[in-house]
C-alpha cells in the first residue's frame, strides 16, 4: 500500500518518529514476511515497536497498547510527532480508545464454551449483549467466547464495560488517514509483492525460524505457514506463492472492512503512478501540517 514509504516522506518534511502499528513487525527474525522498514530506513528516521519479541513469545493487543503508549509518550517528550503506521486494526482501535482489561477471566467457562461452537454462542450473545454482537462477526468463535465470558462472570456486558475505557484520544488530538487503492490493483501489487518476498530470500528467512518454538501469534504470520508446508514437502513452492497471494488478500479485505467502519477516517484513494512523495503530501494536507 506504500505506508512505509509515504511515512519516511512525511518524516522529511516534519520532525516525526514512527510507530509501527503492526502484528507482524513485533517480532524478530521476521523481516521479509512482514515488510519491516530496511537498516537504512529505520536509522533514516527512528522507528519504535520493530523487533521487540522472539517468534517464541505472545504478543497481544494488551502488550502492542502498553509498549505504543509509552513510545508515543517519549516521542511527544522530544518536541515531535509520533507517525503511527500499520494496518492492524485492532491494534489501531485499541490505542486510539482504549482497552478493556478488568476481570471476566475464567478457564474452564472459557473452554466450555468454546465447545458449543460459534452459531449456538452468537445466538446467545444477541440476547444477552446486542450491541457486542453487532460489532462480532457470527463466525468469530473467540471473540463471541470471550464475550459471553465476560458477561457471564462481570454480569456486565462488554459493551458496557468497554464504554468504560480511556485511550490516547482522550488525552491528544489526532488525525487517521486510511490509504486505499481500486482492488484490482491492490490486488496486483500483493501479488507482485509476495513473489518479490520470495525473490528477497523469503524460504530462507522461515527455514532459519523452523525450528523454534513459534508462539500462536507468530505462527499466524502470513508466509510463515505457507513457507513451512513447502519446506515439510506438502506444497510445491508454486502452490506456496499461490495460497501466500490469496491469504494476502484476503487480510487486505478484512482489514478495508474493519476500518470502513471508523468513520473518524479520512480516505485517500491512491492512483497507480502516485509516488511516496505525492502521498505524503496529500496526508499532510489531511492533518492540517
Known amino acids: ?173 489526532a488525525v487517521i488517514v486510511g490509504l486505499n487503492r481500486e482492488r484490482d490493483e491492490l490486488y496486483q501489487r500483493i501479488n507482485e509483492r509476495v513473489e518479490e518476498m520470495f525473490t528477497e530470500g523469503l524460504v530462507n528467512e522461515v527455514k532459519a525460524i523452523a525450528g523454534s518454538q513459534m508462539s500462536l501469534t507468530a505462527q499466524r504470520i502470513i508466509g510463515v505457514s505457507e513457507v513451512m508446508a513447502y519446506l515439510r514437502g506438502e506444497k510445491s513452492l508454486e502452490e506456496a506463492k499461490e495460497l501466500m497471494k490469496m491469504n494476502t488478500r484476503r487480510l487486505a479485505k478484512r482489514q478495508l472492512t474493519w476500518f470502513r467502519k471508523d468513520q473518524r477516517i479520512k480516505w485517500l484513494m491512491l492512483k497507480a503512478d502516485d509516488t511516496a512523495k505525492k502521498i505524503s503530501q496529500d496526508i499532510l494536507k489531511e492533518i492540517n501540517l
Do not use: W
Open 1 to 173: 500500500m506504500g505506508k512505509t514509504g509515504a511515512a519516511l516522506q512525511v518524516a522529511n518534511q516534519i520532525p516525526c518518529e514512527v510507530v509501527s502499528c503492526d502484528s507482524m513487525q513485533v517480532y524478530r527474525k521476521i523481516s521479509i514476511a512482514s515488510s519491516k522498514p530496511s537498516a537504512v530506513e529505520q536509522k533514516r528516521v527512528p522507528h519504535h515497536l520493530l523487533d521487540v519479541v522472539s517468534v517464541e513469545e505472545k504478543f497481544d493487543v494488551a502488550a502492542f497498547n502498553k509498549l505504543a503508549a509509552e513510545a508515543i509518550e517519549k516521542i511527544l517528550g522530544q518536541k515531535k510527532y509520533p507517525l503511527v503506521v500499520g494496518g492492524s486494526g485492532m491494534y489501531m482501535q485499541v490505542l486510539l480508545d482504549g482497552i478493556f482489561e478488568a476481570g471476566g477471566q475464567d478457564p474452564s467457562l472459557r473452554k466450555k464454551l468454546e465447545s458449543l461452537g460459534a452459531e449456538k454462542l452468537y445466538g446467545k450473545l444477541k440476547q444477552v449483549d446486542p450491541d457486542a454482537a453487532s460489532k462480532i462477526h457470527a463466525n468469530d468463535l473467540r471473540r463471541i467466547v470471550r464475550a459471553l465470558e465476560v458477561y457471564e462472570t462481570t454480569k456486565t456486558p462488554i459493551s458496557t464495560l468497554q464504554k468504560q475505557r480511556s485511550g490516547l484520544l482522550k488525552k491528544y488530538p
